[in-house]
């Protein structure tokens, strides 16, 4: 069984730092490729960041572009975000996902399949 | 502020078919393909369609998804109360390249 698992999280105050971590299992971790997806209280889903199988692709969304790093970690089977500069608007429940791929010949339509319970970051003083 | 435009509400009664719509434009949905999530309250989203059109095992037939140019359709059928949850529209934008959802809608079973 998949199973992504997040950590990290809590209060912290504006201009900080934060590491989030997610910790799979379940499956061929240095397959896939994973991304951070959040969402603000009672709002909707925004992508974050993504990171490929070998950390070959990183991409960010633009508000959290020099803020925001992604790693991974394929031997301990983790994912992470540091997240610096901390801003009340970065205040929302984080979730690790994975990407799988629908292929037809040499297309591939990519999805986020398996979704971690999220973790919670507040930043407030 | 969404580059994905979808209601912010439908409802329907039981047995009732009901369709989310999703708006992009041609960065988007008219060049990547469509992915529908479903999220009950408290939890974390599921998906519920693929490629614009394709299931995940698991996921009953009465969900249905189509995409035809800048836009994308979610269609439920034969509505039941335990489809009462958030339902968000995403794809990748090959300008902003990241990935976009909508806002999503917020589906009640009268």
């Known amino acids: 069984e998949v199973q992504l698992v997040e950590s990290g999280g809590g209060l912290v105050q504006p201009g900080r730092s934060l590491r989030l971590s997610c910790a799979a299992s379940?499956?061929?971790?240095?397959?896939?490729?994973l991304h951070w997806v959040r969402q603000a209280p009672g709002k909707g889903l925004e992508w974050v960041s993504g990171?490929?199988?070998?950390?070959?692709?990183?991409e960010y969304v633009d508000s959290v572009k020099g803020r925001f790093t992604i790693s991974r970690d394929n031997a301990k089977n983790s994912l992470y975000l540091q997240m610096k500069s901390l801003r009340a608007e970065d205040t929302a429940l984080y979730y690790c996902?994975?990407?799988?791929?629908?292929?037809?010949?040499?297309?591939?339509?990519?999805?986020?399949?398996?979704w971690g319970q999220g973790t919670l970051v507040t930043v407030s003083s | 502020q969404s580059v994905l435009t979808q209601p912010p509400s439908a409802s329907g009664t039981p047995g009732q078919r009901v369709t989310i719509s999703c708006s992009g434009s041609s960065s988007n949905i008219g060049s990547n393909t469509v992915n529908w999530y479903q999220q009950f309250p408290g939890t974390a989203p599921k998906v519920l369609i693929y490629s614009n059109n394709q299931r995940p095992s698991g996921v009953p037939d009465r969900f249905s998804g189509s995409k035809s140019g800048t836009s994308a359709s979610l269609a439920i059928s034969g509505l039941q109360s335990e489809d009462e949850a958030d339902y968000y529209c995403a794809t990748s934008d090959d300008s902003l390249k990241a990935w976009v959802f909508g806002g999503g809608t917020k589906l009640t079973v009268l």
């Open positions: 379940g499956f061929r971790f240095d397959d896939y490729a």
């Open positions: 996902a994975t990407v799988s791929a629908d292929c037809s010949g040499a297309t591939c339509n990519e999805y986020f399949h398996h």
């Open positions: 990171i490929s199988w070998n950390s070959g692709i990183i």
